[in-house]
């Protein structure tokens, strides 16, 4: 079992205790939410920190300002992580956000404003590659062990925010109409600019194609491995050690094929499947 001291239990899920504690996830719902306010939803490592990229430029019309002089973790804050208590009076409107939560653990304000909601979706396959390595180099979380233990608490939910089926499921069964954008990180990956259109128009933003591209230029893996205020090297490496991994590893789609075997594949797939049977979305 996890070391009670690393992790917490929140609504019978697993949060690390680093990031969060009661008094934020009280904070978080208590939270009032706005109706112009913007929130990514991911499971963990499925491209939240591309979006603390992309969405204050999208916001802002492409000032690059808040790239190079505020750090991802305050300029778009997780909603239930310590660090929004800080930073919230700080926000630039229209303010953007980040959250592991799942539908059910949204803040009451949430259901009563129009706050908009993008929700990105990443292979979970990749999302157990790139957590595994996450679990390597946060020396905040428990050490995953071998590929093949951590695969086993992943299909079991004893993960962050546990089980990736039961989470994707609850934004799909939430009923928002066009509150709710969903995109896949997979599509980010093949073509960013028409990722970016796709945010823009949904957000009504109506950016120009010049604007599009610098923002899609700024966004990119390389751009952001450079950035100091973007790939986690301001963290103290009693944190986050990045010679053992770098928080922005690789970047690619299909990472799961260098490290699934034939068995892993197979025994990951059935229980994916099962766990989606009837699901009207296809995995990307
Ligand atoms: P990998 O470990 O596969 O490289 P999160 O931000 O939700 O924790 O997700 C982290 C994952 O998103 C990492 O995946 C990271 O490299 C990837 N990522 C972040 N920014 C990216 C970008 N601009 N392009 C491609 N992948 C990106």
Aim: net charge negative; glycine share 4%; proline share 6%.
């Amino acid at each position: 079992m996890p070391s009670s001291s690393i992790y917490m239990e929140y609504q019978g899920l697993l949060l690390p205790s680093e990031t969060h504690s009661e008094k934020s996830l009280d904070f978080a719902q208590r939270f009032n939410l706005k109706d112009d306010d913007v929130l990514a939803v991911t499971y963990p490592k499925s491209g939240t920190s591309w979006m603390q990229e992309i969405l204050p430029l999208v916001l802002n019309g492409g000032d690059l300002t808040p790239l190079h002089t505020v750090v991802n973790w305050e300029r778009v804050p997780w909603l239930e992580e310590r660090t929004l208590e800080m930073v919230v009076d700080k926000l630039p409107s229209p303010r953007a956000f980040v959250t592991h939560f799942l539908y059910r653990l949204m803040p009451p304000s949430f259901h009563t404003s129009k706050a908009k909601v993008i929700y990105v979706m990443r292979n979970p396959k990749d999302v157990l590659v790139s957590s595994y390595y996450f679990h390597k180099m946060a020396e905040f979380l428990e050490d995953p062990g071998t590929f093949d233990e951590f695969m086993e608490k992943f299909l079991q939910g004893r993960v962050l925010f546990g089980k990736w089926t039961e989470h994707v499921k609850s934004w799909r069964h939430a009923e928002l109409g066009d509150r709710i954008l969903f995109i896949t990180y997979e599509e980010m990956v093949q073509d960013l600019p028409a990722s970016i259109r796709r945010i823009s128009d949904f957000l009504c933003c109506n950016l120009s194609e010049e604007v599009i591209q610098k923002i899609a230029e700024h966004c990119s893996f390389q751009s952001m491995k450079a950035n100091t205020m973007s790939n986690f090297s301001l963290v103290p490496k009693e944190y986050m050690d990045s010679d053992k991994s770098p928080f922005l590893r690789k970047g690619i789609v299909g990472d799961w094929k260098n490290h699934f075997t034939s068995e892993q594949l197979a025994r990951f797939q059935s229980v994916i499947d099962k766990e989606l049977e009837g699901e009207n979305f296809s995995l990307p």
